[in-house]
């Protein structure tokens, strides 16, 4: 995939497109708490990471880790 700059300030603008593209090419990681209480007696809590990638990219990625390593 190409590189693109994200283009951002005055005059310019960020497509939703061009977002997605870079998500896709590079990934991008969310992460967040989620807590569950009751009667402010916290009851459940759940750290959650949530990789976005594109298919193409996290194969590319678990090749060069995995067979650069001289994985047999």
């Not at 994200?6 to 708490?33: P, Y």
């Amino acid at each position: 995939m190409a590189n693109r700059t994200l283009v951002t300030g005055s005059g310019g603008g960020t497509s939703l497109v061009d977002l997605l593209d870079r998500v896709v090419d590079r990934g991008v990681v969310v992460s967040g708490d989620i807590i569950i209480s009751l009667a402010g007696i916290d009851l459940i809590q759940l750290n959650l990471r949530l990789l976005l990638i594109g298919l193409e990219t996290a194969n590319e990625m678990h090749r060069t880790n995995f067979e650069g390593r001289g994985a047999r």
